[in-house]
């Protein structure tokens, strides 16, 4: 009798308790995920220039276990009208999050600081692909992280799109800065094959099998 | 029977059965709210406030369902079973009154008319099952009807301790003798009884093996769907507030006790809040046990049913008869009723007279036998 009186009284405790449920799909009630969460890829945003950090160097999609990304380069405007130092941007970006693992190796294989494991990990939509992601969706994911974590860039004074002024660029004598470079005399064919890894503009005179092209400012 | 009579009870039985209706949309809604929170849950939250339009949109979800008729179903019996259950769970409400005179017929063989619809929606269970052409549709009626035709009879003997001390078997009578106490004061086995046995009538837990689902999946309505399904499933919880409002009227004083200020209007309208409050009461604690105790198991509840509430009924009739018989104080009944209850939980707890030895088997570790094999191997 009194192990019946109580499981009577457990459950007349628990029925006071504060649910434990939460209101998911509620924005303002759903559960917060941990600063250091690894969701899907996204794109991040140099907010400096501004333009993705993303050059389209493929690397990120060749190193995917599951070839669930696709991405394609273009030459850079605002490298032409030298707002920025980047010689090639990100075209189109495609990521299937269905087919995502989640593994982080793009992010690790990421030559400028462009891709990032963000905070979205929501798989359920109204459409059949829609869980296969275009490039400004990725990006509003990554400025959606930056905004969350205050991220800030690896390696700054490598990968900034900010086009370094001549006076400036002196400390560094390896480098040159990129507006000085006259236009890419190569054809469109030829950059888009050209080596990834020369993506953004480098100095004519850095060795390009090196693995350290660029020195810090 | 004049005009006026019968516009009376067709008026009279069309708002009972509205006021029937609302009160079972509530209580499927109670009772997935008190579960939810009972688990730290918050149950239905989405259609309305706090999910109280949930009922209209399960029913909503339930009348446009297909209704399938399996093939090899008995027709006519399987289309009638849902009638059979649910029509004697609304024909009790003939009967029962909410407060004086709130009533659709008071009948003066009140309890006698209630014993007797009570152990017909048996036969619907049964009906059910047989139709279904179901095996586990069939366990379930069968069960349904060894645990329904077991518990009936410490189910009426309750009914008939009360009967005996109010000296009537009018209701209202019943509940006027329960003025200046309820009759839970003066036979708290009776009040035992009454809701275990009740509680097993409703087939709800920890008695719900006749559709319990990991058992026989649904017992007799595993074949049954859409608006016939859901005719079983108001009969259940109408039998549910009956045998709440059964609980309140014949044992804890009804509307009556304890007493109510005011005169006229007033006290009618705090009487009747006041039945329906204690029926509430009643209601959450059937919830309680619900959302507390796990099923008997079928010899379980047959050997509790047959071995204790049944002569424990017939213990409380025969200490009530002779009471009442040599004219001893009521307090003596409280007494003899609670030396009773004493009694029944030491029988369920200790378990006199069975004494059984267990087998048991020593179980070695085998680092044990490895340090001294010999001596160990021999000790086993």
Redesign the interface.
Known sequence: MVGFLEGLLVTLKTAFRKPVTLQYPEPDKRHQVAQRYMGFPALLWDGDVPEPYCTGCMVCVRACPTQCMSAQMTDNPKFESEESRRRKIIETFEINLGRCILCGICVDVCNFDAIEMSHEHELSKYQRNGNRVDLDMLLDMGRNYQDDTGWRPTNPSKNSGVPVKKDEGKGTPRRRPARARPASPSTEEEETSSNVATAIAEPEGTDPSGQNPVSDC | MTLLQVVYYTLGAAALFGFLSLVVLVLTWAERK?L???????GP?RVGLHGTLQPIADGIKLFTKEDILPSWADRRVYWLAPVAVFVPALLLWVTLPMARDLVLRNLELGLFYITAISVLSVMGLVMAGWGSANKYAMIGGLRAAGQLVSYEIPFIMAIVAVAMLAQSLDITKVVDAQANFGYALIQPVGLFLFLTAGLAELGRTPFDIHHAESEVVGGPFVEYSGAHWAAFFLAEYLNTFTVAALTVLLFLGGWRWPAMPFDGLAHSTLSLAWFLVKTALVIWLIF??R???PRLRIDQLMSFGWKLLVPLSFLNIIATAVVLFYGWPLWGLTIISLLLLGGT?YV??KNPGTDMRRETVSVISARDLRRNPTVDAADA
């Open positions: 008190a939810a929170r009972i688990q730290m849950r918050m939250m309680w046990i959302g507390t105790f939980v369920i707890f």
